[in-house]
C-alpha cells in the first residue's frame, strides 16, 4: 500500500505502486510512474513521464532493492531513477538537486546535494557524487566512479574514473583542464581561496601525493572545507 501525503497534487494517469512514500508538498506530473520500495521526502517536483524506482538495469538483479529520495528536487520530464541492490542504502538522492530531462540515475548510486545534472545525462550503477556538481549536457559516468563535490563536467564528456573535488573535466575520456572557478565563485569562494585551491590542486595532482598534508595550502582548505566531507584530502585517502 502506498502512502501519500494529503497535501501532493497527482497529474493525469498517474500511477503510484505500493510501499511508496511521499511527504508533503510533491509534486507528480502527468503520465509519471513511481514504484516501490521508494522514499520520497517534502517539496520534490517531478515533471510527466518520469519514472522513479524502476528495477535495476543489472544482469544480477534477483528482486529487491531500495531508493530514498530527499527533499526539494526537481526530476524534470523522462528522468529514469533505479532502486538499488547491492548496499544496504540502495539507491539515495539527496536535497535540492535539479536532474534535466532524459537523464538516468543507474542502480545504487549515491547522490549528495545541490548538484546540476542536465539533459541526458547518464549516470552507471553505484556512481558517488559529492555536492554541488554541475553535470552538461550527454556526459555520463562508469560505473563505481566517484565525481567529488563542487566538480564541473562539461558537456558529452565520458567520464571513467573518479573526478576530484574542485575539478573542470571535459572530453572522452575525460581529463582536467583546470578548478571549476565560477562555479566556487557563485557559492562565494574569494580570489585568495581561489588561489589556495590552485595551489593545493597542484600539489594534489602529482603522482606522489599520498593524502599528506604538510603543505600550508593543503592545510588550510582541510581546515576551510573538509567539515562538510568536501575536500581533496578526505577525497584522496577514500
Known amino acids: 500500500m502506498a502512502e501519500i501525503h494529503p497535501s501532493v497534487v497527482l497529474g493525469p494517469g498517474v500511477i503510484v505502486e505500493d510501499d511508496v512514500c511521499i511527504g508533503e508538498g510533491c509534486k507528480i506530473g502527468a503520465y509519471t510512474i513511481i514504484k516501490g520500495p521508494t522514499k520520497i521526502g517534502v517539496n520534490n517536483t517531478f515533471s510527466s513521464h518520469v519514472v522513479i524506482g524502476d ?132 557559492q562565494g569562494w574569494d580570489k585568495e581561496m581561489l588561489f589556495k585551491l590552485r595551489e593545493a590542486f597542484r600539489l594534489f595532482r602529482q603522482k606522489d601525493f599520498d593524502g599528506s598534508i604538510d603543505n600550508e595550502y593543503l592545510q588550510e582548505l582541510k581546515l576551510f572545507k573538509e567539515k562538510s566531507d568536501r575536500g581533496l584530502i578526505k577525497f584522496a585517502r577514500r
Not at 531500495?66 to 539527496?94: C, D, M, P, Q
Open 55 to 186: 528495477d535495476p538495469q543489472d544482469l544480477k538483479y534477483n528482486g529487491g532493492g531500495k531508493l530514498s529520495i530527499g527533499s526539494g528536487n526537481t526530476f524534470r520530464e523522462f528522468t529514469t531513477i533505479h532502486r538499488g541492490h547491492l548496499t544496504e542504502a540502495g539507491t539515495v538522492i539527496g536535497d535540492n538537486n535539479q536532474i534535466l530531462v532524459g537523464a538516468h540515475v543507474g542502480h545504487d548510486c549515491t547522490i549528495g546535494d545541490g548538484n546540476f545534472l542536465a539533459n541526458q545525462i547518464l549516470l552507471a550503477g553505484h556512481v558517488v557524487m559529492g555536492d554541488f556538481v554541475n553535470m552538461s549536457g550527454n556526459a555520463g559516468s562508469h560505473q563505481f566512479c566517484r565525481i567529488g563535490s563542487y566538480a564541473m563536467i562539461s558537456g558529452l564528456s565520458g567520464i571513467r574514473q573518479d573526478v576530484p573535488p574542485y575539478a573542470m573535466v571535459q572530453g572522452d575520456p575525460a581529463r582536467i583542464c583546470g578548478i571549476n572557478t565560477i562555479g566556487l565563485k557563485r
